[in-house]
C-alpha cells in the first residue's frame, strides 16, 4: 500500500512564506508518497503561496503521486475561486 | 503629386489632445445657469478643430462623433438651445470617448467604436427633441422605444456590458507588491466575475521561482461600470503588464470562448465561498492543452507618455544665443592654441574659464527645455473631483496652488499615477461626507489643496486635505494583527503615520481600509523613490492629513559630494548631505551592541562605515582620523566615515542598470573629469543595508528592514 502524509498549510500562506512552502512541497516529490495539503487553518492565502500548490500539483500529477488539498477553509476556497484554480486543485464545495 | 500625411500625425495628435484638454477645463468652468459665451466659444473651437483635422488625415470615426456634439455645442453657442448639466456630463464623456479613440489611433491600434456610437445617438435624440435628457440624466430614450439599444450617456453607464479582460501579469508582478487576488476582488465588487486560469507557463515545482508571477488570466466581468473604471483597478499594473480590455458582444450567459467552454467559474462577489465550479467539460489539469492567445500588447494603455515636447520659442533662442557665444569661445582658444606661448598663458586660463562659464549655462538651458510647469499633471484633478464628488456624494473644494512650478518632464510623467492615488485616497477615505462633516463641526464642503513649490533644489508637492486624519488606534491594530510591529512596541505618533506605508498594509488579502488608508500605499512610496523623491505624512486626527513629496527637478544630472574610502571615489548626492565634520572622539559612544553613534548637538546619529559596507579597505580604520558625512533620507540621519572629501560637482548620472545591473547602495554611476568611474551612493539604500548588515553583525537593529522598500 502506497504511503501517505499529511502537510499543514500555514495561517498566513502568503509570498513571505512562499518559498518555505515550496520547500517543503518540493521534498515530498521524491519520497514517493502521495501528500495531501490540509488547508483547514488557512485564513489568508495569496496568489504566490496558491501558485507554489499549482506547481506542486503539477510535478505530482507527472510523477504519478497522488496531490490533494484537505479541508479547505473558507478563506482557502474564496481565494481558490477568485483565482479560478479551484477546478485544477480538485476542490468540492 | 501626392503628400504623405502621415509625417503630420505627430503634430495632429498633440494638437487634438492638446484641444481635449482645453474642452475639458472648460466644460468644468461652465455654469449652466449662467453661460459663459467665450467658454462656449473655445469648447466649440476645440472640436471644430479636432473636427476638421481628423477628416483631413482620414479618421472619419472621429470626425463623425465630433461633427455631432459640435453640433449641439453650436446650438448652445447660438442661444437655440438651453444647456443642461447634463448635457455638459455627455459632453465630458464625450471628451473621453475621442482621447481613448485618439490614443488608440495614435498607437496604431483598432478603433473600438462602441462608446462613440452609443453617444452619437444621445446626441442625435437631444439635437431631434426626441427624449431631452432631464437633469440627473436618469431618463432614457428607451421609454420610447424599449426595444432599442441603450441611448443616453448615463443610462449606458447603467447598462451591462460584459468586458473581456486577458490579463497576463508580467513575472514581477508579485514582488512588486501587487496581487491579482485583490484586483479580482474589486473587479467582482463590479458586478458578475467569471475568472478563467491559464497554468501553461507556470513550471515545475523545482523550477518555481514563488516570487515571480507564472498565471495569466481571462476574465469576463459583466457590469455597468465603465472601462476607465475597470482600468484603474489595473493602473498599478497596467506598464509592466499585458492588459486587453474588450467589450464582448452579447450577454454576459452567450459568450462561449475556447476557455470558458472548458472550464468556467462563476465568483459572485457576496458569496465568493459558495461560488461553484461549473465543469462542462471536465479536464485534467496537467493534460489540459488550452489553446491561449499570445500576449496581446495594448498600445493604447502604453503610449501615455509622450515622446515629445512643446518648446517655447524663447527658450530656443535662449539656446540658440549660448551655442553662438560657445562658437565663438571655441574660436578664440583654437587660435590662442596655434600660436600659444607661455606669455598667452592668462589669456588662455580666461579663455578656459569662459568655456566653463559657456557650458554650464548651455546645459541649464538645455535642462530647461525639459522643464514644465506641473500644470500638466495638475490639470487632471479638477475633473477627476468632480466626478468622485459626484459619485462620493461628497461636496469637494479643489485648490491647486503653485501651477507654475517647473519640474522635468520625465519627473512629472512618473508622479502622475501617485498623485493621482494619493487624491483619490483624500477624496475617497480622508473626506468625510457632509453629515459626517456637520457633525463634526466642520463645513460640509471637504477641502483638498495640491500645492508645488520649490525648495533647495527640489520640488515638493503637498496633498493637503482636512478629513478625519488618520486613525492612530486603528492602524496600531492593524499592524499588530498583520505582525507589521510587535505587540509591546511603542512607536511615537510619527512613526505610527509611517506605518501606512508599509508593505504588510497593502499585500495583507483582508486589509482593504486602514483608517481609509493603506492600499497601496507603499506602492506610492516606491514610485517615489525610484524617482529618488521621499513622501511623508503629518496627519492630525479629526483635522485631516498632508502628504509631502519630495523630488528632484530632473533625473539627468545630480549634484554631487566627492568622498574617498581606501582607493575609491564616490559621489554622495549633495540634496542628502546635512553637514561634514570631523569628529570630536568625545561625542562618539560605542553603545551594547557594537554600534557606534555620533552625538550631533542633541541627536545620536548611527555611524556607517562605508569601508565595511562595500568591503573596501580604509586609509585608517581609527575615526579620529577619518571625517563624517551626515546624510538624510527619510526621517533618518546617518554619519558616514569617509577617508576624505573631494570637490563638489555636477555629475551626469549613467545607470547601473542599463549599463550593467542593479548594485544594491548605488543608485547610478558616472565618468569623472580623469576619466575615472564614480559610484553614486544610494543614501537610503545604504541606511538600510547598514542596519541589515548591523543587525547580522551583532544583533542590533538600527532601522527596521521590514521598512525597507523592495
Redesign the interface.
Known amino acids: 500500500m502506497a504511503e501517505s502524509t499529511t502537510y499543514q498549510l500555514d495561517k498566513f500562506s502568503?509570498?513571505s512564506k512562499?518559498?518555505i512552502?515550496?520547500e517543503k512541497?518540493?521534498s515530498y516529490?521524491n519520497g514517493g508518497v502521495s501528500v495531501a495539503v490540509d488547508a483547514s487553518q488557512v485564513?489568508?492565502?495569496?496568489?504566490?503561496?496558491m501558485?507554489?500548490l499549482?506547481?506542486?500539483?503539477?510535478?505530482m500529477?507527472?510523477q504519478h503521486f497522488q496531490a490533494q488539498i484537505i479541508n479547505p477553509s473558507?478563506?482557502f476556497?474564496?481565494?481558490a475561486?477568485?483565482?479560478?484554480?479551484?477546478?485544477?486543485l480538485r476542490?468540492k464545495? | 503629386m501626392s503628400i504623405d500625411l502621415s509625417q503630420f500625425h505627430q503634430v495632429f495628435f498633440e494638437e487634438s489632445f492638446e484641444g481635449l484638454q482645453v474642452m475639458e477645463s472648460s466644460l468644468l468652468d461652465l455654469d449652466c445657469e449662467n453661460v459663459d459665451s467665450e467658454t462656449i466659444n473655445s469648447i466649440f473651437r476645440a472640436a471644430h478643430s479636432i473636427k476638421g483635422s481628423s477628416s483631413t488625415f482620414g479618421f472619419t470615426d472621429v470626425a463623425e462623433f465630433t461633427h455631432v456634439l459640435e453640433t449641439l455645442l453650436d446650438q448652445v453657442r447660438e442661444g437655440s438651445r438651453q444647456l443642461q448639466p447634463d448635457h455638459v456630463d455627455l459632453l465630458l464623456q464625450s471628451v473621453d470617448c475621442l482621447r481613448g479613440m485618439l490614443t488608440a489611433l495614435q498607437a496604431g491600434a483598432a478603433l473600438d467604436t462602441e462608446q462613440s456610437k452609443i453617444l452619437i445617438q444621445a446626441f442625435n435624440d437631444i439635437l431631434d427633441g426626441r427624449q431631452p435628457v432631464a437633469p440627473g440624466g436618469e431618463q432614457a430614450l428607451s421609454n420610447e422605444t424599449p426595444s432599442s439599444p441603450p441611448v443616453a450617456a448615463s443610462q449606458c453607464q447603467e447598462e451591462e456590458i460584459t468586458w473581456h479582460i486577458q490579463f497576463v501579469p508580467d513575472v514581477n508582478l508579485?514582488?512588486t507588491g501587487n496581487?491579482?487576488?485583490r484586483m479580482?476582488?474589486e473587479l467582482?465588487e463590479m458586478g458578475e466575475l467569471e475568472?478563467?486560469?491559464n497554468?501553461d507557463r507556470?513550471?515545475?515545482?523545482?523550477g518555481?521561482n514563488?516570487?515571480e508571477?507564472?498565471?495569466s488570466?481571462d476574465l469576463y466581468l459583466s457590469t455597468g461600470r465603465s472601462r476607465s473604471e475597470i482600468e484603474e483597478i489595473f493602473e498599478w499594473v497596467m506598464d509592466e503588464s499585458d492588459i486587453t480590455i474588450t467589450a464582448t458582444a452579447g450577454l454576459f450567459t452567450n459568450i462561449a470562448t475556447p476557455q470558458a467552454e472548458e472550464?468556467e467559474?462563476i465568483?459572485e462577489p457576496d458569496v465568493?465561498?459558495?461560488?461553484?465550479?461549473e465543469?462542462q467539460n471536465?479536464v485534467?489539469?496537467?493534460d489540459k492543452q488550452a489553446v491561449t492567445k499570445p500576449a496581446q500588447q495594448n498600445p493604447a494603455a502604453k503610449s501615455s507618455e509622450s515622446t515629445s515636447i512643446r518648446v517655447s520659442i524663447e527658450k530656443i533662442d535662449s539656446l540658440v544665443n549660448l551655442v553662438g557665444e560657445l562658437v565663438i569661445t571655441q574660436s578664440m582658444l583654437g587660435q590662442l592654441g596655434n600660436e600659444f606661448d607661455m606669455e598667452k598663458l592668462q589669456k588662455l586660463q580666461e579663455g578656459l574659464a569662459q568655456l566653463e562659464h559657456n557650458t554650464r549655462e548651455l546645459q541649464e538651458s538645455v535642462m530647461r527645455i525639459r522643464m514644465l510647469p506641473i500644470s500638466f499633471t495638475f490639470s487632471r484633478f479638477p475633473r477627476m473631483v468632480r466626478d468622485l464628488s459626484k459619485q462620493l456624494g461628497k461636496k469637494i473644494d479643489l485648490k491647486l496652488v503653485g501651477e507654475q512650478t517647473e519640474l522635468d518632464k520625465t519627473v512629472m510623467e512618473k508622479i502622475g499615477d501617485p498623485l493621482v492615488h494619493l487624491v483619490r485616497n483624500a477624496l475617497d477615505h480622508g473626506l468625510e461626507s457632509p453629515a459626517e462633516r456637520r457633525a463634526a463641526g466642520k463645513k460640509e464642503t471637504g477641502t483638498i489643496t495640491l500645492n508645488a513649490f520649490h525648495q533647495g533644489g527640489n520640488i515638493m508637492i503637498e496633498i493637503i486635505d482636512d478629513g478625519k486624519g488618520l486613525n492612530r488606534e486603528k492602524i496600531l491594530n492593524k499592524a499588530r494583527t498583520n505582525g507589521v510591529i510587535g505587540e509591546s512596541e511603542v512607536l511615537s505618533d510619527e512613526q505610527i503615520q509611517e506605518l501606512i506605508f508599509q508593505p504588510g498594509f497593502s499585500?495583507?488579502?483582508?486589509v482593504t481600509d486602514v483608517s481609509g488608508r493603506g492600499v497601496g500605499m507603499d506602492v506610492v512610496r516606491r514610485n517615489i523613490l525610484e524617482l529618488n523623491g521621499s513622501i511623508e505624512v503629518r496627519s492630525v486626527e479629526g483635522e485631516g492629513s498632508t502628504f509631502t513629496i519630495r523630488l528632484p527637478l530632473t533625473l539627468a544630472i545630480l549634484d554631487g559630494q566627492l568622498i574617498d574610502v581606501g582607493s575609491q571615489t564616490f559621489i554622495v548626492p549633495l540634496v542628502s548631505i546635512v553637514e561634514s565634520l570631523q569628529p570630536d572622539m568625545k561625542l562618539i559612544n560605542h553603545v551594547a551592541g557594537g554600534c557606534d553613534v555620533f552625538r550631533l548637538r542633541d541627536e545620536y546619529i548611527p555611524i556607517i562605515k562605508l569601508w565595511e559596507v562595500f568591503g573596501v579597505e580604509p586609509r585608517s580604520k581609527d575615526l579620529a582620523d577619518s571625517l563624517l558625512v551626515v546624510v538624510e533620507a527619510g526621517n533618518a540621519k546617518v554619519a558616514v566615515v569617509v577617508d576624505d572629501l573631494l570637490g563638489q560637482q555636477q555629475v551626469v548620472i549613467k545607470s547601473m542598470e542599463t549599463n550593467y545591473k542593479k548594485v544594491d547602495g548605488i543608485s547610478g554611476a558616472t565618468i569623472l573629469g580623469d576619466g575615472t568611474v564614480s559610484l553614486i551612493l544610494d543614501i537610503t539604500d545604504l541606511i538600510y543595508m547598514a542596519g541589515e548588515h548591523q543587525q547580522s553583525k551583532n544583533g542590533l537593529k538600527l532601522i527596521s528592514n521590514k521598512t525597507r522598500a523592495a
Open positions: 502568503d509570498i512562499a518559498d512552502l515550496l512541497l518540493e516529490l485564513e489568508r492565502i495569496d496568489t504566490s503561496a501558485q507554489v499549482l506547481a506542486w500539483f503539477k510535478s500529477e507527472k473558507d478563506p476556497l474564496k481565494a475561486s477568485m483565482l479560478g484554480v479551484s477546478e485544477f476542490l464545495h | 508579485l514582488r496581487e491579482p487576488l479580482f476582488r467582482a475568472v478563467s486560469v497554468l507556470i513550471p515545475d515545482l523545482a518555481l514563488p516570487e508571477c507564472h498565471l488570466w472550464h467559474l465568483a465568493m465561498g459558495a461560488a461553484e465550479a465543469v471536465t485534467k489539469p496537467a499585500t495583507a488579502e483582508q
